[in-house]
């Protein structure tokens, strides 16, 4: 019995991060707009296409997007606002299939084989969420539609932004005979030049590549490179993938020194990491605290506690306190604060507190 192709819609959003500055701001529309820091360490987070047409990308240095770029438009990031419309959108999507994997906020794979609304047609559906989310978010999303991961998150790239790509199986060998090799999944740089020094550049040349010397050359990844390229991927969509940790980190214009400036930098990444535990009603038994000092040396200091101590701010700051101020470490200039939870376990499953033990590590 010939078994029915997967359909598998990959959404991204446009530009998000930047998109939802423009948004919340109409002075903003049509702007040159770069999300993140405005101090001489600070790079870039998002860029709105207007401001990608002068080359500013994300992870930039703000300092050349500026040079780039006289009249970029520099704003703070707002991850709560990020997470918030995140959600939204999220939201928009189980509407029509509980196979949801996020990969980001931006971005998520769908598998609508069998969805829960609409006609059967991965297009229709791809099509009604981009639909959903300009009319619920104001924002807007490309969408690819395929038989598999890699090729719809390559179709969603294809025309942005508000786009809708769709590859068809009988068009998959072409067009994935037609990719440069750089846009493989699992291809960066490095890969890339290794690549081209075998004489492969092009999809049509991976897929005519021995597997044998794809292995001999690249590993496991090898086999990876050779099934993408002959168009076999069955890799699933993954909805409840666990959470092994949340953090937030941030570096600074001005290398720190004095505890006043460090402990109010703590309350703030100590209220985000807090606020992400109460959003996916999650509660941690670890909490790890990261220093990177003026000569780049980076420390971390981790303690574990029982199963459900750190589900508030009060909680996790004391213990990030003094995992900062009272454990041994260099006592130098601090460029970079960071603090992580894990052990994550769903509220209620958590031991109870007459179990609780205190492990330092």
């Given amino acids: 019995m010939h078994e029915t192709p997967r359909k598998i819609v990959h959404v991204d959003m ?42 500013v990308r994300s992870a930039l240095p703000m300092a050349r997007a500026k040079r780039l770029c006289p009249e970029l438009v520099i704003v703070p990031l707002r991850f709560a606002v990020y997470r918030e419309v995140s959600a939204q959108v999220r939201d928009i999507f189980f509407r029509y299939t509980d196979l949801v994997e996020p990969l980001a906020l931006d971005e998520a794979y769908l598998d609508v084989t069998e969805q829960k609304i609409g006609p059967p047609s991965a297009t229709l559906t791809a099509r009604a969420i981009r639909a959903a989310i300009k009319e619920e978010t104001g924002l807007t999303a490309s969408a690819g539609v395929a038989t598999g991961k890699f090729l719809a998150k390559v179709a969603s790239g294809t025309n942005k932004p508000d786009g809708l790509t769709v590859i068809t199986p009988a068009q998959a060998a072409a067009f994935l005979e037609g990719l440069a090799i750089e846009k493989f999944f699992g291809v960066g740089p490095r890969t890339a030049e290794k690549m081209r020094a075998l004489g492969i550049t092009s999809g049509a040349h991976l897929k005519a590549a021995d597997r044998e010397t794809l292995v001999r050359e690249f590993g496991k990844s090898g086999r ?69 000092f003026a000569d780049f040396r980076t420390v971390t200091r981790s303690r574990t506690l029982g199963w459900g101590d750190v589900r508030d701010r009060e909680t996790l700051l004391t213990v990030a306190r003094s995992l900062t101020f009272d454990s041994d470490r260099p006592q130098l200039p601090i460029r970079l604060l960071g603090v992580t939870v894990s052990h994550l376990v769903p509220v209620g499953a958590e031991q109870p507190a007459a179990q609780a033990r205190l492990v330092f590590e």
């Fill in 224 to 292: 990876f490179f050779h099934d993408m390229a002959h168009g076999r991927d069955d890799r699933p969509v993954v909805p409840d993938r666990e959470r092994k940790s949340i953090s937030s980190e941030t570096t600074f214009d001005k290398d720190l020194t004095d505890r006043g400036s460090l402990d109010d930098v703590l309350g703030t990444l100590c209220e985000d990491v807090t606020r992400h535990l109460i959003r996916h009603s999650l509660v941690a038994r670890t909490v790890t605290v990261k220093l990177r």
């Fill in 14 to 55: 446009d530009a998000f991060f930047a998109s939802v500055e423009q948004r919340d701001d109409p002075t903003l529309t049509g702007r040159p707009v770069a999300v993140g820091g405005s101090g001489p360490r600070a790079v870039v987070a998002a860029a709105s296409y207007e401001a990608r047409a002068y080359g």
